[in-house]
């Protein structure tokens, strides 16, 4: 059973440009969370998804950043027009979903470099 | 407001107990957990607790939890060279985002 998959594992782009993060969740997960991890610092949640909805955004920034979780495919993280401060490592988490706790398990990580 | 909180490095000898420490703010939390980042990787989840226990022990890892303080501890009995990593604390409820700490540097030296 393959783990949470994420790519690319390095994303280099120029001020402006458009970054797409893709996340694959684990087989049979239906929850799909964001993180957003700055050097030195600790992960910021960004926004939770299920299957075709948006459950909380409330970590999103208001403009440039959207996320989604299709039907069918991977999730997507967007960040259009990209700026320096958005150089951060991007981690995706899947969980199967249900009561008891909410065991998160982790991608590797897209790390954005903008020029 | 939700805050985790955490020191920023631990030193310890190798087969010395270490012990990582996490304060937090939300009453209401469900759930606490650890997690283990090696350098350049993703979170591995290392154990977590409910909030209305006071201890869970699973091998070298030791949780205790006072819920009265708002104190978290991470024990690890006889720390290996294989332990240095980042520390996360987070805590949650048991179905949406989780609060991350800061981390906490544990290096093991021989």
């Known amino acids: 059973n393959a783990g949470v998959m994420q790519n690319p594992r390095h994303l280099v782009r120029r001020r402006g440009q458009e970054a797409r993060l893709r996340c694959s969740p684990m087989k049979g997960h239906s929850h799909v969370y964001w993180y957003r991890q700055l050097p030195e610092e600790g992960l910021k949640f960004m926004v939770y998804l299920q299957k075709e909805n948006i459950i909380d955004e409330s970590g999103m920034p208001k403009e440039r950043f959207s996320a989604e979780f299709p039907k069918e495919g991977p999730s997507i993280l967007r960040i259009q027009q990209v700026v320096r401060g958005d150089s951060a490592a991007y981690f995706c988490?899947?969980?199967?979903?249900?009561?008891?706790?909410?065991?998160?398990?982790f991608g590797p990580g897209t790390r954005l470099t903008v020029l | 407001g939700e805050d985790v909180e955490q020191s920023l490095f631990l030193s310890v000898r190798e087969g010395d107990s270490s012990v990582i420490n996490c304060t937090y703010t939300?009453?209401?939390?469900?759930?606490l957990y650890w997690y283990k980042q090696e350098p350049g990787a993703g979170l591995q989840l290392l154990t977590y607790?409910?909030?209305?226990?006071d201890m869970k022990q699973d091998q070298r890892l030791t949780v205790l939890l006072n819920k009265k303080d708002k104190h978290l501890s991470l024990r690890i009995a006889d720390t290996q060279t294989g332990d240095s990593a980042i520390y996360f604390c987070?805590?949650?409820?048991?179905?949406?985002?989780?609060?991350f700490g800061t981390g906490t540097r544990l290096q093991v030296f021989p």
């Open positions: 987070a805590e949650g409820d048991n179905t949406d985002k989780l609060i």
């Open positions: 939300d009453s209401s939390s469900t759930y």
């Open positions: 607790i409910f909030s209305n226990m």
């Open positions: 988490a899947s969980s199967p979903g249900g009561g008891g706790p909410n065991e998160q398990f």
